[in-house]
């Protein structure tokens, strides 16, 4: 069964960091592709950044760009999401969501991700 657990949230103050972890079981081969999302009150879900399975080629929201880094230790199964330079407006729920088989490029959509993992919170205030 495809399964993934998300940790790694918390509250920190504007300008610290917070590293997001992905663990990832079940799945059919180490190529998937992971993305991570956010969602704020209010607002729809939208795409922080992805790293796809064949080459850890990585793609970036302008929002995050120089500050977020996502990077992957398949002996471990786990995506990681670091964040620095935190700001309020990146106070959220953070998921992440993966595309099953061997995947070559990631998308920062969310209909392109066929997995979710639970949510967790990020909250960046003083």
Do not use: H
Request: net charge positive.
């Amino acid at each position: 069964q495809l399964q993934l657990v998300v940790s790694g949230g918390g509250l920190v103050q504007p300008g610290g960091s917070l590293r997001l972890s992905c663990a990832a079981s079940g799945f059919t081969s180490p190529g998937y592709a992971i993305g991570w999302f956010r969602q704020a009150p209010g607002k729809e879900r939208e795409g922080v950044s992805c790293i796809d399975g064949s080459n850890s080629r990585t793609k970036y929201a302008d929002s995050v760009k120089g500050r977020f880094t996502i990077s992957r230790d398949n002996a471990k199964n786990t995506v990681y999401l670091q964040m620095n330079s935190l700001k309020p407006e990146d106070t959220a729920v953070y998921f992440c969501a993966a595309r099953d088989g061997y995947v070559s490029g990631c998308v920062l959509g969310t209909n392109w991700y066929s997995y979710w993992g639970q949510g967790t919170q990020v909250t960046v205030s003083s």
